[in-house]
């Protein structure tokens, strides 16, 4: 790194509108994958942006008119959620600079997009000390992509999972035999990409099950990568009588301000569909890339939709525990810096879910799992250990030795992601085999749904926030909730009897888990 002169340190002072005195007391750089990602583009100097904008939390919402005041005096607007604990000031670039003592330049990514950022981490100003609690970063471009490691043709192997060999692989059979096959339940899919409808028909008359059409909220996308298409058809054949659900979730990448916008997104999907199981396979940034602030919208979305018997799934990423690597936004040697989680799926009320190599007998049934890895793909199930998130209480009991400060332990569960094991679907009217974290989310989201549909029918709530009752259940039941994953590892971290950084508490023996949180809500055996 070239040292900055006294005469060019002088300049950027004054370029950005930043006082000597208020530079002296600039935060630290931001290292890591933020500034590969800055390093990796172009600067195009002091930004000329209109509506630069940064989130805070905030200590004392009661005290947001502070916020609102202090924020005024300096040309800044306040709006968001104050009552939810987090609030958003925008306000022109120098304006912002100058609120702040940090430089905020305007960027031209590899990708050709431009947008604006900080180097160096925004403090809390000293009036709002008390106030707020925690501020977020300045950026105006969130990198993201779908969990998706390509499909593999039907020839590849023995045929991929049917409908029925999945629902035998976890035992979900006795479910439907009952008649749980999802009726009257709902699951909403975010998504990037669209699926062909003559996809999903051939689909559903290939596997002898009732054609169906999903509903699309906010425009179908344009582009079609085969996502969508494979977890549309995995729900379905799962819970072929469910309700399908796709939100285009490309507006959230669209400009600034992304994780405001997911949380509308999921504000609107709560209001639309309340109760639903939602169901995500997209990566909308790691976590070194952001602070705990800037997911306070997302979080607070989540947790409101919760209350409301909403449960959500989000696949934990297929880069075998590397998720911090750029991709097409940056490069850099393999190293300490891109080990990480994905920022949302890392939120802890979000169940995180990753993958697995499943073996099953000739006649369908559960041989074993280990963890996904595909080494010469670089693919694999990620996980790991949280930068930005306190161990939640439902992961207390957990022993891990990478963890020394207690963090939040990613993955919850998992399920098959391997496409040599994975589940046959039709993409583009060829059979092909799905695979990665993106298939195992919706095989959740699935599972979830037929498991709600038995709670209710016998009295029960709905699962919420299915973290609690997923730890409790494999904590000590009436009947094993999880099947045991057996050695393996990724790129980061090993399996390990019980909970580990790559599968987490395992993949589901889904009869036994339904039954197991009934008789949870009762305080009684299960039948």
Request: with cysteine; glycine share 12%; aromatic share 8%.
């Amino acid at each position: 790194m070239r040292r900055t002169s006294a005469l060019a340190a002088a300049a950027l002072v004054l370029t950005t509108g930043i006082s000597a005195g208020c530079a002296r007391q600039q935060s630290d750089a931001i290292t890591g994958p933020y500034a590969s990602l800055l390093s990796s583009s172009s600067d195009l100097g002091p930004s000329r942006s209109r509506d630069t904008q940064l989130t805070v939390t905030l200590a004392e919402p009661k005290r947001a008119q502070a916020l609102i005041e202090w924020a005024g005096d300096r040309g800044l607007s306040v709006r968001g959620h104050p009552h939810d604990g987090w609030a958003i000031l925008e306000g022109a670039a120098a304006d912002v600079a100058r609120a702040f003592a940090v430089p905020v330049h305007d960027y031209r990514g590899r990708k050709g997009q431009v947008f604006y950022a900080s180097p160096q981490q925004p403090s809390i100003p000293s009036p709002l000390r008390g106030v707020v609690s925690e501020v977020g970063r300045i950026n105006g471009y969130t990198p993201h992509h779908m969990s998706n490691p390509g499909f593999l043709p039907l020839d590849v192997r023995w045929g991929g999972l049917t409908p029925d060999g999945l629902l035998d692989a976890y035992n979900a059979t006795p479910l439907h035999d009952e008649g749980f096959t999802g009726e009257g339940m709902t699951i909403v899919f975010f998504a990037f990409d669209s699926a062909d409808q003559a996809d999903l028909d051939t689909f559903a008359d290939t596997s002898g099950l009732p054609r169906f059409t999903p509903e699309i909220v906010g425009g179908k996308p344009t582009e079609q990568h085969g996502e969508t298409a494979m977890d549309l058809q995995v729900a379905h054949a799962i819970a072929p009588d469910a309700r399908l659900v796709v939100v285009n979730a490309r507006p959230t990448v669209e400009g600034d301000g992304a994780y405001e916008k997911i949380a509308s997104m999921f504000a609107e999907a709560d209001r639309q569909y309340p109760g639903a199981v939602w169901s995500m396979s997209i990566g909308w940034g790691c976590e070194k890339l952001v602070t705990a602030a800037d997911l306070a919208p997302v979080q607070a979305a989540v947790t409101a939709a919760q209350r409301r018997g909403t449960t959500v799934f989000d696949a934990t990423g297929d880069k075998g525990g590397l998720e911090c690597k750029g991709g097409q936004d940056w490069s850099s040697p393999p190293g300490p810096d891109d080990i990480g989680l994905d920022a949302v799926s890392s939120i802890p009320t979000i169940t995180a879910v990753g993958g697995t190599t499943l073996s099953t007998s000739p006649r369908g049934q559960w041989v074993g799992e280990r963890p996904w890895v595909d080494s010469p793909l670089s693919q694999g199930s990620s996980g790991g250990v949280s930068t930005l998130f306190g161990r939640p209480e439902w992961q207390r009991q957990m022993d891990i030795e990478r963890d020394k400060q207690f963090r939040r332990l990613s993955p919850d569960v998992s399920a098959v992601a391997d496409p040599f094991t994975g589940v046959r679907f039709i993409y583009k009217q060829t059979e092909v085999i799905g695979g990665g974290t993106s298939q195992a989310a919706p095989i959740w989201a699935a599972f979830a749904v037929l498991i709600n549909q038995y709670l209710d029918a016998n009295g029960g709530d709905p699962l919420g926030n299915a973290n609690p009752v997923l730890y409790r259940v494999a904590a000590g039941s009436y009947a094993p909730g999880f099947r045991q994953i057996g050695p393996g590892g990724n790129a980061v971290d090993y399996s390990q009897p019980g909970y580990d950084l790559i599968t987490g508490l395992g993949s589901p023996n889904v009869f036994n888990l339904a039954r197991n949180i009934l008789a949870l809500q009762r305080g009684v055996a299960p039948r």
